[in-house]
């Protein structure tokens, strides 16, 4: 199965405590479900497809509370073999300025 990045940076952008995206892979298409009690509005037809579709047509994206970006960056440096490039990102994800020094140590780097 293929999905265009910009289809899950789209979702995962504009996801909010009031809509759950999804991918259909039947149909290739995101599609979204609306929060009953902070939008009003509800898509009784597309919950019962989801509810009643096989398994694995339907898969939710990730929100931006999913996504755990520093312990991205640490599991990365834990990944790496040990060596300069390690230690260094090691050093640069610890405190303020985390992710800037971390940009810029994978860009020395790699």
């Known amino acids: 199965m293929k999905i265009k990045l910009e289809q899950v940076i789209e979702a995962i952008e504009t996801a909010d405590d009031a809509f759950t995206y999804f991918y259909d892979t039947q149909t290739g298409e995101t599609v979204y479900l609306q929060d009953e009690i902070i939008t009003g509005e509800r898509n009784e037809e597309l919950e019962e497809l989801i509810e009643n579709s096989p ?3 339907f898969l939710r994206f990730p929100t931006k509370y999913d996504i755990h970006e520093y312990s991205i960056m640490e599991s990365f440096v834990e990944s790496l073999p040990p060596g300069t490039a390690r230690q260094e990102l090691a050093n640069a994800i610890r405190g303020k300025g985390a992710f800037r020094r971390f940009k ?5 780097h790699f």
């Open 104 to 108: 810029n140590g994978i860009y020395y």
């Open 55 to 57: 398994r694995g047509r």
